[in-house]
């Protein structure tokens, strides 16, 4: 568990601390207070929906967290914001996602039993329902590359690939623990990838730009955020405030995923289509 914990920290958390940076690239008139202000609204009223409705902001994460890890997936696809791009990178999420907590589910149901809040959503952990939707959306994936290869927007081999990449990680998520599996998608495939994807951004719009430069601009709210969630892993092992682990961890990870998909979809949209063009 401390080595995920590490992982997490060093690596997952690095890939959405320069969200400012790539916004202030894309736009002429950028305004810091404006980001700031639209950035911190979102998580503070992502903040309300939890305290208020812990159900549908739980669905609502699950739902974000797929189109979001689809959204890194396919960033490089032609028209990467039309229709059929978009329910592509939902469905390729919620195979992901569904597969992930099929696997695993009652190490999901014994976390979520864990938290007095969450106890009332465990309904939506049930096998019948995650197999529904794994199989709808597995289902919907494949015609949706099938579609995007007779579009020829991808050819045989990266049609195969995509097939061979989600078998892989579905396995992984079968054999391995829920955290240790998480871990593994979530830093190696999901953060290094969008972490390559924001240095080859920055890489042409920075003069001189290094390695080293892009560790200086990821370390400010990378060393901030990770203090922060060293005193928040801390405080949960301290059992200090009458809130469970596994509540206070996903306000916490949705409250940052939601204006950082917001952020990656403006970037992706920048990024590949100057790419396209040249």
Not at 63 to 77: A, P
Not at 147 to 166: D, P, S
Request: charge should be neutral; proline fraction near 3%; charged fraction near 15%.
């Amino acid at each position: 568990m401390n080595l995920s914990i590490i992982c997490i920290l060093f690596l997952g958390i690095p890939h959405g601390a320069i969200d400012h940076i790539l916004y202030e690239k894309q736009e002429k008139r950028f305004s810091t207070l404006r980001f700031n202000t639209i950035y911190l609204g979102l998580m503070a009223v992502y903040l309300v929906f939890w305290i208020l409705f812990p159900t549908p902001s739980l669905i609502a994460f699950l739902i974000l967290s797929s189109y979001h890890f689809g959204q890194s997936q396919f960033s490089d696809l032609p028209n990467s914001t039309d229709a059929s791009h978009n329910f592509l990178a939902l469905s390729w999420g919620m195979v992901l996602l569904s597969g992930l907590v099929l696997f695993n589910l009652s190490e999901v149901v014994q976390l979520f039993e864990e938290s007095e809040t969450l106890a009332s959503s465990s309904f939506i952990f049930q096998h019948d329902v995650f197999l529904l939707i794994f199989v709808l959306s597995l289902s919907l994936t494949v015609l949706l590359l099938l579609f995007h290869l007779k579009k020829k927007r991808i050819g045989v081999k990266r049609l195969f690939t995509e097939v061979f990449i989600l078998s892989l990680l579905l396995a992984i998520f079968y054999f391995l623990p829920l955290l240790i599996a998480f871990t593994i998608y979530f830093t190696i495939w999901h953060s290094c990838r969008v972490l390559y994807e924001e240095y080859e951004f920055l890489a042409q719009k920075i003069a001189d730009f290094s390695f080293q430069k892009f560790i200086k601009l990821l370390f400010p709210y990378s060393a901030i955020s990770i203090c922060f969630s060293i005193v928040g892993i801390m405080v949960l092992r301290s059992d200090v405030i009458g809130i469970s682990n596994i509540l206070l961890i996903l306000i916490f990870l949705s409250i940052l995923t939601l204006p950082h998909t917001f952020v990656i979809y403006l970037f992706y949209k920048s990024f590949y289509k100057k790419e396209e063009l040249t």
